[in-house]
């Protein structure tokens, strides 16, 4: 299945040619903001933050999916195959494009079963982009990292920034090069890319697909749905989690900072919260009362052991001021309350 979708994404319909007067139409600010999987799960309310501050006409949202436009309030969509080095870069120049959010990426589940794919896909375009800044046709890069660059022989709890890493998954591997591409071209040649190591990100308003953390949204789903839910990661196995208002927060303040401010060209330790399956279930059960889980393991796991508890992130809170609104009990809240309304038959 896998090289007939490479194949289909190849030939993707693109109509470039159909905007090619839209840059002249793109309103006059000092940014105009491309997003690269403005449909994932952060790609959709990064894109709708954009919008609300720089306005709709400065903001190209782009994807493999077809437009949908209950999903982006961009003023532009470009359906596009992020791997495709030119055609990126055509767009790029089409609308004058000063700042990318370059969130297109395959999840670590995924990324086992995909390794050659996930590679490609995780590295060669942010690549890309770098060399784009170098030339010149850029200004900055915001490009995700993750808690999976964290690895064997590191210890659990209150990881902190300048540790060891040493991955043995896929998407982990493809991150922590990801972040040297970073470091690298901003050393060698002072391109502005910025960086944050997300934990888990939990949202209600579009699903993630297939991440080792996915079970902390899944369980909100099948709790008001079925009352009940079979976790595929253990009981007491605990990791570093985010609600997604407090991730877009952070991307936001990290894009925002002087210059000057950012200390790490690699990527930011983020810690969130952390907890474990067996503690979401009893928050959940303030809500839920009859809610019902139980565990069933699967390769997952493994990529979850190899992940710390909890991490550190006192450098992002020093250099540009990282802060949280959401705890464990207000996000369950939060996700219940729109869960309820967004699934009503
Ligand atoms: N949420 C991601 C995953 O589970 C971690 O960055 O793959």
């Known amino acids: ?24 139409h793109m309103e006059s600010s000092t940014e105009k903001i491309l997003i690269t999987g403005a449909l994932g799960q952060i790609g959709t309310e990064l894109t709708n933050r954009l919008v609300a501050i720089h306005g709709k006409e400065n903001v190209v949202a782009s994807g493999l999916d077809r437009f949908d436009k209950n999903l982006t309030s961009a003023g532009y969509y470009e359906r596009m195959d992020v791997t495709n080095t030119q055609l990126v870069r055509q767009v790029i120049k089409e609308y004058e494009i000063t700042t990318v959010y370059h969130l297109a990426s395959l999840l ?35 490009w995700p990292s993750s808690i999976a660059v964290f690895g064997k022989g590191i210890p659990k709890e209150n990881v902190g ?27 060698k040649h002072g391109v502005d890319v910025r960086s944050i190591r997300y934990p888990g990100l939990i949202s209600w308003k ?16 099948e709790a008001i ?20 208002d407090d991730a877009i927060n952070a991307t936001l303040k990290l894009m925002e900072a002087p210059k000057e401010n950012i200390t790490v060209r690699s990527s930011y330790n983020l810690g969130g919260m952390s907890f474990t399956p067996a503690e979401l279930a009893a928050e959940i059960r303030k809500e839920i009362p009859e809610f019902k889980i139980d565990y069933k393991p699967d390769f997952r796991q493994a990529i979850a052991d190899s ?29 219940i309350k729109n869960l309820k309304t967004k699934l009503k038959p």
């Not at 375009?125 to 915001?142: Q, S, T, V």
């Not at 579009?206 to 789903?221: C, F, L, Q």
Request: glycine share 6%; net charge negative.
């Open 1 to 24: 299945m896998f090289p007939k979708l490479i194949n289909f994404f190849k030939f993707a319909i693109h109509t470039l040619n159909s905007k090619k007067n839209q840059s002249l």
């Open 108 to 142: 670590s589940g995924t990324s086992e079963k995909q390794p050659l794919f996930a590679w490609k896909l995780n590295v060669e375009p942010l690549i890309n982009f770098c060399e784009m800044a170098r030339e010149g046709l850029i200004k900055k890069i915001f």
């Open 161 to 187: 920034q300048d540790v060891v890493l040493n991955p043995t998954t896929v998407y982990g591997i493809s991150k922590l090069a990801g972040e040297k591409w970073c470091e690298y071209y901003f050393d």
């Open 206 to 221: 579009t699903p993630a697909g297939g991440g080792t953390t996915d079970y902390a949204v899944e369980i909100y789903y």
């Open 225 to 244: 749905e079925e009352g009940k839910y079979t976790s595929f990661i253990s009981e007491n196995t605990a990791m570093p989690m985010l609600y997604m």
């Open 307 to 335: 992940w710390p508890a909890s991490i550190d992130d006192s450098v992002a809170k020093k250099d540009w001021g990282l802060t949280y609104d959401f705890d464990i009990t207000e996000m369950t809240r939060d996700m």
